[in-house]
């Protein structure tokens, strides 16, 4: 069974720089290409940003391109999102997941598409 562990989350200032972090264990890290997403109160669960298996490949939504960047490492099982140029719309619980993935290259978007989830972290933006 996978599990997938949030860290980093917390207050950050508008302009201000978190690092998220995503800790994968009981499956083959590099078989899953991985995503994380974001829910603000009120709202429906929102893409953030995706990796490819290899790491190859990355996708971003457009409120956080230039701003966000995702990382993986398969030798720690981990990824990371580096999000920069923080702003109060960046408020809301982050969650990452895994997709098992046949294709080293392919980037899922929608949250259907994936299958393990994280318990989620909490960012917080002031203005």
């Known amino acids: 069974q996978v599990q997938l562990v949030e860290s980093g989350g917390g207050l950050a200032q508008a302009g201000g720089s978190l690092r998220l972090s995503c800790a994968f264990s009981?499956?083959?890290?590099?078989?899953?290409?991985m995503g994380w997403f974001r829910q603000a109160p009120g709202k429906e669960r929102e893409f953030v940003a995706a990796?490819?298996?290899?790491?190859?490949?990355?996708s971003y939504a457009d409120s956080v391109k230039g701003r966000f960047t995702l990382s993986r490492d398969n030798a720690k099982n981990t990824v990371y999102l580096q999000m920069n140029s923080l702003n109060p719309e960046d408020t809301a619980v982050y969650y990452c997941?895994?997709?098992?993935?046949?294709?080293?290259?392919?980037?899922?978007?929608?949250?259907?598409?994936?299958?393990?989830w994280g318990q989620g972290t909490q960012v917080t933006v002031s203005s």
């Open positions: 997941a895994a997709h098992s993935s046949p294709y080293t290259e392919l980037i899922r978007t929608s949250p259907d598409a994936y299958d393990y």
């Open positions: 009981g499956r083959t890290f590099s078989s899953y290409s």
């Open positions: 990796i490819s298996r290899s790491g190859g490949r990355r």
